[in-house]
């Protein structure tokens, strides 16, 4: 076993793909092929699951994963600090990985905020919802994570920067009910966030602590972009709860009209999240520190 057998199944792991790793590698894929063949060989055990569309771990593929990954971090990062790869020509990146909401909505201006103090620094986006976030940064396949709910995940710690309203959107062409009474939503047809959904795993929280549950609600439709829910609440297909953030552009236009969620204002936190085991690549940390920078308030509730 060695290091390139490690990075390439790291590499078809993460894409699912051979031809993607080979690529990424700037090896042939026959070359990737044969380090994941040595590799299964000297381990003897089937590693990926091969089909016409795609490759997947298998349940010893999932367990070599997160030794190898952590590997092929180390091994980045002690490159990094003795200044390898920039002897080699390349330039070493951070991964960060973003659930919908602050990769639509607060992301665009950290990262303009970050490239005017860091122009060096490169780094990779992947937009996921924030259960999926979560998993990445734990299996560290990010760096940093940007999440809208502080879902479990092994080894991470979440870092509360921004406070974000949840609220209830209606199609502005009927009257509907404001105020601490919420029974009202229960008897409206409703589109959700997606399973996973940081917004609708919160909206959920705060439903039920003013005794509405989910079985109670006539759920029509579970939507992952929040673009598509604001354009169909717009319609009149149905109301939704949403953050304020993603809203806000349909409210102000008229197009749709906002209810808080009961008397007090329903808030939940947006959270940056790290592997805890591991240390911050140098990009990685300033990435966080400028986070904490720009949103202190958050933090010193």
Same mark, same amino acid.
């Given at each position: 076993m060695n290091l390139k057998q490690l990075e390439a199944f790291v590499e078809v792991a993460e894409k699912?793909?051979?031809?993607?790793?080979?690529?990424?590698l700037y090896l042939t894929q026959p070359t990737v092929s044969a380090h994941i063949s040595a590799l299964e060989k000297e381990l003897g055990s089937r590693l990926?699951?091969?089909?016409?569309?795609?490759?997947?771990?298998?349940?010893s593929g999932k367990r070599l994963y997160e030794y190898a990954k952590q590997i092929v971090l180390l091994t980045a990062q002690i490159e990094q600090e003795f200044g390898k790869k920039e002897k080699r020509g390349e330039k070493p990146y951070f991964? &960060?990985?973003?659930?919908?909401?602050?990769?639509? +909505?607060?992301?665009?201006? &950290?990262? #303009?905020?970050?490239?005017?103090?860091?122009p #060096?620094?490169?780094?990779?986006?992947?937009?996921?919802?924030?259960?999926?976030v979560v998993e990445k940064v734990a299996a560290r396949r990010a760096d940093i994570g940007l999440t809208g709910t502080?879902?479990? @995940?092994? +080894?991470?710690?979440?870092?509360?920067?921004?406070?974000?309203?949840?609220?209830? &959107?209606?199609?502005?062409?009927?009257?509907?009910?404001?105020?601490?009474?919420l029974e009202w939503i229960a008897g409206e047809p409703m589109l959700l966030r997606e399973e996973g959904s940081g917004t609708r795993k919160e909206a959920m929280k705060l439903l039920q602590r003013a005794g509405i549950e989910e079985s109670k609600l006539q759920? &029509?439709?579970?939507?992952?972009?929040?673009?598509?829910?604001?354009?169909?609440?717009?319609? @009149? #297909?149905?109301?939704s709860i949403l953050s304020a953030l993603s809203a806000q552009d349909a409210v102000s236009s008229g197009q749709v009209l906002a209810f808080s969620l009961g008397e007090e204002r329903s808030t939940r936190e947006i959270y940056a999240v790290y592997n805890k085991n591991f240390q911050?690549?140098? @990009?990685?940390?300033?990435?966080?520190?400028?986070?904490?920078? #720009? +949103?202190?308030v958050s933090e010193q509730k």
């Open positions: 699912n793909s051979f031809s993607k790793a080979a690529k990424s990926l699951i091969r089909n016409t569309k795609e490759v997947e771990l298998s349940e991964t &960060i990985a973003a659930s919908t909401v602050p990769a639509q +909505y607060l992301l665009p201006n &950290i990262l #303009m905020r970050f490239r005017s103090l860091y #060096m620094e490169q780094f990779r986006i992947l937009e996921s919802d924030s259960a999926r502080d879902a479990a @995940g092994k +080894y991470c710690e979440f870092v509360p920067f921004y406070e974000d309203e949840l609220i209830v &959107i209606t199609p502005n062409s009927v009257k509907y009910q404001s105020g601490s009474a759920v &029509i439709a579970s939507i992952e972009n929040p673009e598509t829910i604001k354009r169909s609440v717009a319609s @009149g #297909m149905g109301i911050l690549s140098a @990009g990685a940390s300033r990435f966080l520190k400028l986070i904490r920078k #720009m +949103y202190p």
